[in-house]
Nanobody, 116 residues
Framework: QVQLVQSGGGLVQPGGSLRLSCAATGSLFAINLNGWYRQVPGKQRELVAGFTRGGGTNYSESVRGRFTISRDNAKLTMYLHMNDRKPEDTSVYSC??????????WGQGTQVPVSS
């Protein structure tokens, strides 16, 4: 059993910063923490930031230059650093992991409002 436990959410003002964490627990052999997604009502889930097969990173156009994805493989923890947050960044953010080509795992989701 694999669980992804998210933490670090909270209310921030426009222009503020926040870091989300995603820690993998359980059976962790070959687990691959590989991305962050977000979804708001009425819109499709979108990839915010992820790691590519080549070890690089990929960001949605709306967050590129403001958000940074990172991970600590020793701690089996992935992070999303969000800077200069805008009201339109308000969403539920979920981390994602995979094991092999067919197994996928999701965090519980973290609501991150941006409001003054």
């Amino acid at each position: 059993q694999v669980q992804l436990v998210q933490s670090g959410g909270g209310l921030v003002q426009p222009g503020g910063s926040l870091r989300l964490s995603c820690a993998a627990t359980g059976s962790l052999f070959a687990i691959n923490l590989n991305g962050w997604y977000r979804q708001v009502p009425g819109k499709q889930r979108e990839l915010v930031a992820g790691f590519t097969r080549g070890g690089g990173t990929n960001y949605s156009e709306s967050v590129r230059g403001r958000f940074t994805i990172s991970r600590d493989n020793a701690k089996l923890t992935m992070y999303l650093h969000m800077n200069d947050r805008k009201p339109e960044d308000t969403s539920v953010y979920s981390c994602h992991a995979a094991r092999g080509p067919l197994s996928a795992y999701w965090g519980q989701g973290t609501q991150v409002p941006v409001s003054s």
